[in-house]
């Protein structure tokens, strides 16, 4: 059913194991998608032709199918929006426009996604309220009686995630509705079940939740479409959260009233072709059945859980006793980034970082982990793949990438220590050239990558010293330090020192040292550092350069050029 999912990649079967990041979509929901753009497209709810109302129609069904899907008494309860982030960004916006003040409280817990974090921090500066978060333990699991200690009339609103998307840790979600009514009978409780709605029943009559919130995409439906759903003396409360056209009943420049739900909280055009698609997938997955699905991958979690604790110094994050089909982990002394490049060289998709839950790395003590998150359509046999690898990269991988450890303070001798890099070249697009040249010797992604890491392990290893004297750079995979300076003798020619955490990084730090370190300031300002890394096959580390370092890499070495061509250095 998932035409995507019968490609090879670098070879290898795919054996995609993103599905908490996004899910795959089956025929059903391309097709439908598909046969609304051939036969009915055009703008709902505002033309007598035939077109409009067969698109009306459609996506008023699909609010119908939204509204059985997850039990909801009305479907006006179901309002459409981008997504789960788009969703929580409506509740706290408008919350913030009417419930909450100053004093107020908005409780969280620890294991929350950014996106379940920043809207209301947004709301929280606006107002004057506060936002807490409730602690988990080591394992991941929200501690309940911290949780019940934090509610009280205070609290404006309680915001968790049924299931943590970085740990996997499903959360009591009714057990903290019911508290949450009993102490903090003044909160409205939002429940964000991005993690969960593919993977379990929804029913939010049983759950007596005020909001619950969704994403299509990790549904098996479409990106950019999602679901609020929200009690309607809840959601008639509120203010509206954007104006325009359709959430209107009538406009004058003296005065303007607004619909009544669901358009009040659809202003503009939707997305009328992901609705559609969403509501496909939603028949898709009851086609099945959740309670099925949560059977097959709760096997299937157990399977992989006793599996991958074979492979030696693997240290699982996230024990939570009730979990969703998330494993995360760490290899000891292997940076998750290496791990992640190692496994997509196997065919093998995870996600590496923290997953957009930097507090909750924080408090487990670590940087990222490797997330393998699974579907319906994952197998045991998939599984066993991705253990090998694993097997092969712990037994394999060279310790010594992480260099000295970091000391609190910068000595001179740490200073005189660190060597910065001579020129390579007569010019950046000399070394280039010259770059271009060794690595058009490999074919394939795999060779490639290895002769980057290749490059960085000649690289001097000067993690500890830098990271006493210099600021991290921003940056998700890998921890990345970097020091510049005009040449001693020259005003115009830049050299930088800079180290990493990951092989795949310190590799991409040496080519960035070959290009750059010793070269005038305004040529280094002048390279295309994007096309060189497209001519030399090397741009999945441009295009996902947020994630990895060498996007803040290649804005920091401009900065040092710049700086030194208009002589600030
Ligand atoms: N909440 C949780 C628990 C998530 O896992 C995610 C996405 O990973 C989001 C919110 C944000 O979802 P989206 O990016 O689809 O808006």
């Known amino acids: 059913d998932f035409p995507i999912l019968a490609q090879t990649v670098h070879g290898k079967p795919l054996i995609y194991f993103d599905n908490a990041a996004s899910t795959q979509k089956p025929r059903a929901v391309i097709e439908a998608q598909r046969h609304y753009y051939e036969h009915d497209n055009a703008n709902i709810h505002r033309a007598v032709h035939t077109l409009s109302q067969r698109a009306t129609h459609g996506y008023e069904q699909a609010r119908e199918t939204v509204r059985k899907f997850i039990n909801a008494r009305d479907a006006a309860e179901c309002i459409f929006t981008r997504g789960t982030t788009d969703s929580i960004n409506l509740i706290a916006s ?12 908005v409780l969280l817990s620890e294991l929350e996604h950014h996106s379940n974090i920043v809207p209301w921090q947004l ?90 919130v969704f994403s299509g995409h990790k549904l098996y ?46 202003a503009g055009t939707p997305n009328i072709a992901g609705v559609i698609g969403l509501a496909a997938a939603i028949d898709y997955v009851q086609s099945i059945g959740l309670a099925d699905i949560a059977a097959y991958e709760h096997d299937l979690l157990q399977y992989a ?4 604790n074979e492979v030696p110094t693997i240290r699982v994050i996230g024990t939570a006793a009730s979990k969703a089909g998330v494993i995360s982990f760490l290899l000891d002394g292997v940076a998750a980034l290496d791990i992640g490049v190692k496994l997509d060289e196997a065919g093998i998709a995870v996600r590496t970082g923290h997953h ?18 699974f579907a319906f359509y ?7 793949a991705l253990v090998e690898i694993l097997k092969w990269i712990a037994k394999n991988h060279k310790p010594a990438a992480a260099a000295p450890p970091a000391c609190a303070m910068a000595s001179p001798q740490m200073i005189n220590a660190i060597s910065f890099a001579p020129r390579s070249a007569e010019s950046p697009k000399a070394a280039a050239d010259a770059l271009a040249e060794d690595i058009a010797l490999f074919d394939d992604a795999a060779g490639r990558s290895q002769f980057v890491i290749d490059l960085g392990d000649r690289l001097p290893k000067s993690f500890g010293q830098l990271k006493a004297i210099s600021q991290r750079l921003p940056g998700c995979m890998s921890e990345v330090y970097v020091i510049g300076r005009a040449k001693p003798g020259s005003t115009n020619v830049l050299e930088f020192a800079a180290d990493a955490n990951a092989d795949i990084v310190r590799g991409l730090i040496a080519i960035m040292q070959r290009l750059f370190s010793g070269q005038r ?22 295009t996902t350069q947020r ?8 804005a920091k070495l401009r900065q040092l050029a710049t700086d030194i061509a208009t002589k600030e250095v």
């Not at 988990?136 to 049924?162: C, H, M, P, Q």
């Not at 859980?305 to 991958?308: H, Y």
């Not at 300031?521 to 441009?542: H, S, W």
């Open 378 to 384: 994952n197998t045991k046999q998939e599984v066993d």
């Open 547 to 554: 994630r990895n370092g060498l996007g803040s890499l290649v």
């Open 305 to 308: 859980t006793a599996r991958i």
């Open 521 to 542: 300031a305004d040529d280094v300002r002048a390279f295309d550092v994007e096309a060189f890394f497209r001519r030399i096959g090397l741009d999945q580390f441009i």
């Open 221 to 266: 439906g479409p990106t950019g479409v999602g679901v609020l759903y929200g009690k309607r003396a809840v959601l008639d409360a509120l203010p509206p959260y954007q104006g325009g056209g359709d959430m209107i009943e009538t406009v004058s420049f003296e005065k303007t009233t607004y619909a009544a739900l669901p358009n009040k909280f659809e």
């Open 356 to 373: 957009c839950c930097m507090p909750l790395m924080k408090r487990l003590g670590v940087e990222g982990t490797v997330r393998a998150s």
């Open 123 to 212: 709301a929280a500066q606006a107002t004057g309220s506060k936002v807490i978060a409730t602690p988990i333990n080591n394992a991941g699991e929200i501690l309940i009686d911290e949780f019940t200690k934090r509610l009280s009339l205070k609290t404006k609103a309680v915001s968790i995630s049924w299931v943590s998307n970085a740990l996997g840790s499903i959360n009591p979600i009714a057990e903290m509705i019911r508290l949450t009514r009993r102490h903090a009978p003044n909160a409205v409780f939002v429940v964000d079940a991005a993690q969960w709605i593919a993977h379990g029943v929804t029913d939010v009559l049983l759950l007596d939740c005020d909001f619950l």
């Open 94 to 105: 408008c919350l913030g426009r009417s419930r909450l003040s100053t004093g107020d409280e």
